[in-house]
């Protein structure tokens, strides 16, 4: 029998639906609907458009000549050497992230109808919005490091850190589009407030300013507290974008040896994203047999 026969075929065990542990499990099974769902995405986003993927490719780099022409007037005594690279470095994984986020708050409610009709573990849909938001950040990625290349900046061996980092990025993120799927299910406001927030939540990011502009002792209430350790425990992308700049623009110091990354910040990073993946699993598997009932 065909394969793509029997796979349209199979049943949705519906017993898994009574523990987490179960639905993850139907998760895994569904992995070619996964895959179908990706490259429908893709191909969804460039349908119709005159210049298809390049797309991916030009809009990280026409932002980062935006924000290097502005933030080169707003600050004309800025030393940060390469600052086209500065910027681009923590661009491109910011834009993963808002990619992710945005188009997994409205996962469920803009395929409403295949919700309704069919069934399948719901998770894969936020969960399809960030592999194909993927495939943008890996063109991307392409196109930095020929850049650091042609800057004369390269790689060195500590962008093995790399997959590290990007795993714990899509972790953090997977849970935030799962908790705020099931949020805009029920609460169809959800995605003004996001919208809101991930405007915020870019300024608050050193994307255009390097972590060293925070003061290492801040006063604020009578309370004295170093602002840098506050943004990297409080913002999981501060930590994460800062660890994509140490291994990829920040390869060199002064003294001309290899920036080394920070193990520890990135494992404590990582805790929190775990945390934030469990937390929007959990109530996202919780209510997701009452999505149909409100779309």
Excluded: C
Aim: no cysteine; net charge positive; hydrophobic share 50%.
């Amino acid at each position: 029998m065909n394969s793509n026969v029997t796979r349209s075929t199979e049943v949705f065990d519906t017993e898994a639906l009574r523990s987490p542990w179960g639905q993850l499990r139907e998760t895994f099974r569904y992995g070619y609907l996964l895959r179908n769902l990706v490259q429908r995405d893709v191909k969804v986003r460039y349908k119709n458009s005159l210049l298809g993927v390049v797309w991916s490719l030009l809009n990280p780099l026409l932002m980062m000549m935006v924000y290097t022409v502005l933030f080169t007037i707003l600050r004309p005594n800025n030393t940060i050497q390469y600052f086209h690279i500065f910027i681009l470095v923590a661009l491109i994984p910011w834009q993963f992230l808002a990619g992710t986020v945005m188009g997994g708050t409205v996962s469920i409610t803009q395929n409403s109808s295949l919700v309704k009709k069919v069934f399948f573990p719901r998770a894969l849909l936020p969960t399809s919005v960030m592999f194909s938001q993927l495939v943008n950040f890996v063109l991307s990625l392409v196109v930095l490091v020929v850049l650091l290349y042609l800057s004369g900046i390269g790689l060195t061996r500590h962008v093995l850190w790399l997959p590290a980092i990007l795993f714990t990025q899509m972790v953090f993120m997977l849970g935030l589009a799962l908790m705020l799927a099931a949020a805009q299910t029920f609460y169809t406001d959800t995605l003004q407030i996001v919208q809101v927030g991930i405007l915020a939540w870019f300024f608050l990011t050193p994307i255009f300013y390097p972590f060293e502009d925070f003061a290492q002792t801040t006063e604020m209430l009578g309370l004295s507290f170093n602002a840098a350790r506050l943004m990297r425990w409080i913002n999981p992308m501060a930590s994460i974008v800062d660890s994509y700049r140490t291994v990829l623009w920040g390869t060199m110091s002064s003294q001309g040896q290899p920036v080394a990354m920070d193990p520890l910040m990135l494992a404590r990073t990582f805790v929190t994203a775990v945390i934030t993946l469990v937390i929007g699993y959990t109530l996202f598997s919780k209510t997701e047999h009452l999505f149909g009932e409100k779309l």
